[in-house]
């Protein structure tokens, strides 16, 4: 690793030494003690990097501003990474693997339990040829999402405290929680960060920018059924456990997960409970339109219609909770961050492109609350397992990415 790439990576390997998976199932905010340990981990270190200001909100969020040191006019840029990981696989006691100077064949990453990574299985590590890549030891996630995200903003910032001849404008850090989970964001404060525009450090192949994403809703179908015996059932039984399974059947095999792919939307029925006297059917609905999301909400209401005639000793209830909206209207009606983000990367030589993420991030969430947060790569890919993996190249230029962003914004 050259000397930049080894300072990232020294400070990431002290953050990923540190639990801080997220728990779906918490009623606290945040989700776990864990990441406000790590939020008080990052608060002491901010002052020595030179950010000011700092603190540690009720609800866990690390916030600090690196003041201007210049009279030019510049925006206040916002700088997002999230402290949680997922709880999809083991986060605790990670080792992170250097692999230097790979050479286009097959990585090990744990022998014992046969599990390799190769150009077959990661298509885009035949971009990464020469350059030092990290996974984890098989027994666990890396932890690239997202803690090489915070690494990279804390290393900015300590670059610019040590060369003060480069101007720059307000720059504001946030290390936020339970992005993993979908629910942290929706406790901070955006007013009282008062950035202009932000960037969310959170993607994975190099190159791809998240300007939009899916609208996204959860949904909740509840059905009450009549039990008796069966021997005696004929006429009179509503079995909710059938009913359930009939509906989710009926929804057309065109519209799910695993038939859908780019800005295609979806339905996914994620989780069934219930028995003879009654049953629960939880899922989400994705689309990146906006009418041909309402149409996929209707189009649900609709078939629960249906099996309502079909069964009609049984009772329905469907409801919808809101998730997020897609953020690309927001960016486009307000469009500095895109632009100096779109000059940063052709003044990088970096081939890019505008992606619509089929999913949600923090910065859509912010986007729609008034602060435009588009989503930059952080050089990680394979997230959520043990086949997680980064290029430190990759990480090296998503660094000098927002260096560009935050020198070209002084005017």
Known sequence: MNPLQQKIYDRFIRYVSIDTTSDPESKSVPSTDTQISFAHTLAAEMPQVGFQDV??????FVTGILPANTNKKAPVIGLFA????VSDYNGKNIHPVVHANYDGGTLTINAEKKMFLSPQTAPNLKLCIGDDIVTADGSTILGADDKIGIAV????????????????????????IDE????????????????????????????EV?????NADSFTIKIVGKSCHPGSAKGFMANPVRIAADIISSWPENKLPETTEG??????????TGGLEKAEVQGIVREHDLTKFEQFKKDLLDLIEEKRRKYPAAKFELSFKKQYRNMRDVLRERPQAMELLEQALKENNIDYHLTQARGGTDGSQLSLRGLPTPNIFAGYENPHGPYEWMSMAWVEKAFHILESIIKNAVK
């Open 55 to 60: 603190e540690v909100d009720e609800y866990g």
């Open 82 to 85: 999230h402290m949680d990981t």
């Open 153 to 176: 903003i804390m290393s900015l910032a300590q670059y610019f405290k040590e060369h003060p001849e480069i101007e720059h404008g307000p720059i504001k850090a946030a290390f936020t």
């Open 263 to 272: 800005e295609e939307g979806f339905i996914l029925f994620k989780d069934i």
């Open 180 to 207: 993993e989970i979908g629910a942290g964001i929706n406790y901070f404060d955006v007013k009282r960060f008062a950035a202009d525009f932000a960037y969310t450090i959170d993607g994975a192949l190099m190159g």
């Open 210 to 214: 998240d300007c939009g994403n899916f």
